[in-house]
């Protein structure tokens, strides 16, 4: 597609369930990011892939987080046993991997943990 | 490691005045350096970037940001305001080589609202 495509744009979900949210890159990038935005916060790095390195996954907040990245492709971002403080938009971004290029944001996925 | 320090979580203008967003980093080397903005509801788009050469660099919407290593600042700036400008802007910054956290390092962002 033109752009970062994420789905779904809306998940309510219950405590305790999991999730899984989904981001299909622009074609031909390399690095693809996930971020969390809360309400009032920046945004927070949560996990990186570039290429066909082991991924960067330095910015999780627990174990309960994991993400994969299939065939250089799409990507799934898990969150187990879900907490109402995972309540936040979760963005994905890709770039073609050299960094003076800046990246491209999908709209984001709103997750609500009730 | 960069780091991104943003002015101002709210900044208020009447509409056609002048707009100046604020934007310090902090880096061990040279940093690519980046503003993005997001309205209501949607992703993060890009506004300008600044990577090398011209220290003032123009971006979509009327917007600018000048360069300023002395100062290690990245000030974003729009000569008249409009009231489509009101939305969340980000400023960002990214070291030359090197991934992970450090790749793309984003402020805290700064909500511009625009008076009538």
């Known amino acids: 597609g033109a752009g970062v495509s994420q789905s779904p744009s809306n998940k309510v979900t219950e405590k305790g369930k999991d999730v899984e949210l989904r981001c299909d890159p622009i074609?031909?990038?390399?690095?693809l990011y996930w971020y969390r935005q809360s309400l009032g916060q920046g945004l927070e790095f949560l996990i990186y892939f570039q290429g066909n390195s082991a991924p960067d996954k330095s910015g999780l907040p627990s174990d309960r987080f994991s993400a994969e990245r299939t065939g250089g492709s799409v990507s799934t971002l898990t969150i187990q046993r879900t907490q109402q403080e995972d309540s936040a938009v979760y963005l994905c971004?890709?770039?073609?991997?050299?960094?003076?290029?800046?990246?491209?944001f999908g709209q984001g996925t709103r997750l609500t943990v009730v | 490691a960069q780091s991104v320090t943003q002015l101002g979580s709210h900044v208020s203008v009447s509409e056609g005045a002048l707009v100046l967003l604020r934007c310090n980093y902090s880096?061990?080397?040279?940093?690519?350096l980046f503003w993005y903005v997001q309205y209501p509801n949607q992703g993060l788009q890009l506004l300008l970037k600044y990577t090398t050469g011209a220290t003032l660099v123009k971006g979509i919407n009327g917007f600018e940001a000048e360069f300023k290593k002395s100062e290690t600042s990245f000030h974003l700036t729009k000569p008249s305001a409009h009231m489509s400008d009101a939305a969340e802007y980000f400023c960002a910054v990214s070291l030359p080589r090197g991934g992970g956290a450090d790749g793309l390092t984003f402020g805290k962002g700064t909500h511009l609202i625009i008076q009538p």
């Open positions: 971004a890709s770039s073609l991997g050299r960094f003076d290029q800046g990246a491209f």
């Open positions: 880096s061990s080397v040279p940093p690519y």
């Open positions: 074609s031909g990038h390399t690095a």
